[in-house]
């Protein structure tokens, strides 16, 4: 799911910041493994908890100056998150938190609100499912920005590091220079264009 944001994103050209909300129920620590995963390809990452305020600082400091679409599924806290750093806003909230539960929507439409004259927060309502709308199989891998350095040296400069022989992302993966959970999610993204694309 966040490599499909990911993939959203980097092929509009925004900048992207990976929040990780609600560390205030973690148990296990992981969300700092997923944190680092992030940070090594180059991502900023936000741990952050409306509950403790931790990361709220942070988050406000990547906000301030910019236009920013605040996007992920339901109940993952972003109209929460909005509130809590510009308390005022009282954007509505869901009542569950409960980890599990998928969310019942809360934002129904997608909001501008000016903060400054130069801030501008857009809350959404929370996607379920987000499709790689327009972006071509050989394209994909370009948004997948790690593997650049060694997409650049495949065999065929329309690779898409699947079945292709002299396949150097392969390779990385193989060496482990590139993380295999990002290459799945690169083959079932990818995946999902193929059908696509047979109409
Ligand atoms: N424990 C905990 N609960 C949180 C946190 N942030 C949000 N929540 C709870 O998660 C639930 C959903 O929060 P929302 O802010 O409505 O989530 P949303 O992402 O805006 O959801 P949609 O508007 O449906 O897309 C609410 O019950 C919040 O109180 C957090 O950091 N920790
Ligand atoms: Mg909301
Ligand atoms: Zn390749």
Redesign the pocket.
């Known amino acids: 799911m966040i490599d499909r944001f990911i993939v959203a994103g980097e092929s509009s050209h925004l900048n992207i910041v990976i929040i990780i ?5 973690e148990e296990e620590n992981i969300s700092e493994e997923w944190a680092s995963l992030y940070r090594e390809i180059g991502y900023k990452v936000i741990l ?5 305020g931790d990361g709220i600082e942070e988050l406000k400091n990547e906000i301030i100056g910019n236009k920013n679409i ?1 996007w ?10 909005l ?1 809590k750093i510009f308390p005022g806003l009282n ?7 409960s980890f599990t539960d998928k ?6 439409t997608s909001k501008m609100i000016k903060i400054a004259s130069d801030t501008y927060v857009i ?4 996607v379920r499912e987000i499709d790689p709308f327009g972006i071509k199989k050989k394209d994909l891998g370009h948004y997948f920005i790690e593997f650049k350095p060694f997409a650049e040296n495949c065999r065929f400069n329309t690779c898409t590091h699947y079945h292709e022989p002299g396949c150097e992302v392969v390779k990385a993966v193989e060496n482990n220079e590139i993380s295999e959970v990002r290459y799945d999610s690169y083959l079932r993204i990818l995946k999902t264009i193929e059908e696509d694309i047979i109409y």
Request: hydrophobic share 25%.
């Open positions: 909300n609600k560390i205030d129920l952050s908890s409306k509950v403790s605040f992920g599924h339901s109940g993952v806290g972003k109209s929460s998150l509130n954007l509505e909230i869901g009542e569950i938190s969310g019942t929507h809360k934002t129904v809350d959404t309502p929370g």
